[in-house]
């Protein structure tokens, strides 16, 4: 995209850089994505712009720097605010789609990112397990948000659409090399319809990465995170 006032910087492979980028894609933003190979070495421009954790995401917006996925999200809403809202105008749905998140955040996604690098099958099986306990649990409150509609949101993808929307491709990657559906039509027939809605959005369907390519990144991390933990402090 043409250089703008609006940067983000990110990792392709990322699922928290998806955040922002679909963020701005439902608010029509126009923005410069800057890619960042995180395996190799961090860019001064990272560095300087989130000097705390030195990670991506990074929202930079004119001389202001956001950092952190869902703080990013939640800037976006409010600072454009034509277009779709992404929280919910009433105060308690936006309260409990951000207790929501914090759930995916907090205690969801350890357990998926357990499940790719554990070395041990029984905390593998012990990790699968609680990505199954939670995916149920967000069907439930896909009922609730959705209303019988398509989105967490209603009929536009919303805050928690976003959220776990995110980590799509990993749940992909992760069903394949370990022979497992982790949605189901039995526990989640929701979210498996979700899943469609989601990944075929206009704000969604160009930035998504491709499973194989993914999959490929994630054999290579594993095997980093792996020889960190074997490596003596």
């Not at 992909?172 to 498996?192: F, M």
């Not at 990465?209 to 003596?232: H, M, Q, S, W, Y």
Request: aromatic share 10%; charged share 25%.
């Amino acid at each position: 995209m043409a250089e703008s006032d609006v940067k983000v910087l990110g990792s392709w492979s990322s699922p928290f850089m998806l955040r922002a980028r679909i963020a701005l894609h439902l608010k029509s933003v126009n923005y410069e994505y800057i890619e960042e190979n995180l395996l190799e070495s961090k860019s001064e421009l990272l560095l300087k712009s989130n000097p705390v954790f030195k990670k991506v995401p990074v929202l930079i917006h004119g001389d202001k720097s956001i950092c952190e996925s869902l703080i990013i999200v939640q800037y976006i809403n409010e600072v454009w605010t034509s277009g779709p809202s992404i929280l919910p105008s009433d105060a308690y749905e936006r309260a409990n789609s951000r207790f929501w998140a914090a759930y995916i955040d907090d205690k969801w996604f350890p357990a998926l990112r357990r499940v790719l690098v554990a070395e041990a099958e029984d905390t593998k099986k012990e990790a699968i397990a609680q990505v199954e306990e939670g995916l149920v649990l967000l069907e439930e409150a896909f009922r609730k948000f959705s209303k019988g509609k398509a989105f967490f949101g209603g009929d536009n993808i919303g805050y928690l659409d976003i959220t776990i929307g995110c980590f799509l491709v990993w749940i992909e990657v992760i069903e394949k090399y370990n022979e497992i559906k982790l949605l189901t039509e039995a526990k989640t027939p929701c979210l498996l319809e979700w899943v469609d809605s989601f990944s075929s959005h206009g704000a969604v369907k160009d930035v998504l990465p491709e499973a194989d390519k993914l999959a490929e990144f994630g054999v290579k991390l594993r095997a980093k995170i792996l020889k960190a933990r074997a490596t003596p402090n």
